[in-house]
């Protein structure tokens, strides 16, 4: 059975920085492409960014291009979202992904497994 773990939100002020973690678990890939997805209330689910397990080549949403930070720890099986320069429009809940493809997209359809979600606050 495959679980994804996020932890790390919480709130903090705008320009403020958090990291949140995610954990798989059960995956019997080693080619598979990881992702943070948002959600904000009233607001379709978005694509942040992805890596690929394998050659760790990463992808970013325009809106967070400098600020956000994917990287992954093979050795821990972890993977981080690094958030700096935070601003209010970061609020949502976000949630890690996994896909099986061997190349990542920002397609929410791909990821087959998700995380439960961490919330995330930024206030101005």
């Known amino acids: 059975q495959v679980r994804l773990t996020e932890s790390g939100g919480g709130s903090v002020q705008a320009g403020g920085s958090l990291r949140l973690t995610c954990v798989p678990s059960?995956?019997?890939?080693?080619?598979?492409?990881m992702a943070w997805f948002r959600q904000a209330p009233g607001k379709e689910r978005e694509a942040v960014a992805t890596i690929s397990s394998l050659s760790a080549v990463t992808r970013y949403a325009d809106s967070v291009k400098g600020r956000f930070t994917i990287t992954q720890d093979n050795a821990k099986n972890t993977r981080y979202l690094e958030m700096n320069g935070m601003e209010p429009e970061d609020t949502a809940m976000y949630y890690c992904?996994?896909?099986?493809?061997?190349?990542?997209?920002?397609?929410?359809?791909?990821?087959?497994?998700w995380g439960q979600g961490t919330p995330v606050t930024v206030s101005a």
């Open positions: 059960g995956y019997p890939g080693i080619n598979y492409c």
């Open positions: 992904a996994l896909s099986g493809r061997g190349t990542c997209r920002f397609d929410a359809d791909d990821y087959l497994y």
